[in-house]
């Protein structure tokens, strides 16, 4: 069935540098993404969504950006801090979930 | 305004038992999902409704479990007849309607012995 996924497993940034996190989705009619975190024995946490209509989105030091043409998907982190340290998930459609990009934090 | 409530958090349960987990909707929130979790893994879908009715079972196994959103209550998902496999965290999470931004509860953390 359709399904979205991840590329990168890990990512390991130095305090204060950028993240970006890509995610790949394979249902072209897809039309709202969302990203969350998710923090050690938590719930994962809204981070923020896109609609199918733009191609970006910004919010408090998140960027998230869509490029339907190839279905890929971003989340871009500015200034990273040791709190955003934490699993990253995007989701599709009535919240199909990725496997997850493990975010590390190096201080 | 309550976030969404699972209870209870955690949950031991011997082979061949029976387990219920619920959830809360924030107020006002019609559509509630459910996932399993297994450690070091994503968030697998399992079941999607809205109140009174099933929209998507799509990620249910076919045997032993169920779930509900009545009228009136939280939405349960049971798993009857529990093996040692279940053991996962189970998370809900609800939306005021579907394609909207969704607000998951903590877990419940299933054990089975």
């Known amino acids: 069935g359709e399904s979205v996924g991840l590329h990168l497993p890990t990512l390991s940034v130095q305090e204060g540098d950028n993240s970006i996190i890509n995610c790949a989705y394979s249902n072209s009619a897809s039309d709202y993404f969302i990203w969350y975190k998710q923090e050690s024995g938590k719930g994962p946490q809204f981070i923020i969504d896109i609609r199918s209509n733009m191609d970006k989105r910004q919010g408090q030091r998140v960027t998230v950006l869509l490029n339907k043409t190839v279905k890929h998907l971003s989340l871009q982190i500015a200034a990273t801090q040791p709190g955003d340290s934490a699993v990253y998930f995007c989701a599709e459609n009535k919240l199909v979930f990725g496997a997850g990009t493990i975010l590390r934090v190096k201080s | 305004n309550a976030g969404v409530m699972q209870n209870p958090r955690h949950l031991v349960r011997r082979r061949g038992q029976e387990a219920r987990l619920r959830c809360s909707p924030m107020?006002?929130?019609?559509?509630v999902y459910w996932y399993r979790q297994l450690p070091e893994e994503g968030l697998k879908f399992m079941v999607y409704?809205?109140?009174?009715?099933?929209?998507?079972e799509s990620g249910m196994p076919k045997e032993r479990f169920s779930a509900e959103f009545p009228k009136e209550g939280p939405s349960i998902l049971r798993i009857q007849q529990v093996v040692r496999g279940d053991s996962a965290a189970y998370f809900c999470?609800?939306?005021?309607?579907?394609?909207?931004?969704?607000?998951f509860g903590q877990g419940t953390r299933l054990t089975v012995v």
């Open positions: 409704l809205q109140k009174e009715n099933i929209i998507d």
């Open positions: 107020k006002g929130h019609s559509h």
């Open positions: 999470a609800s939306s005021h309607k579907g394609n909207t931004e969704a607000f």
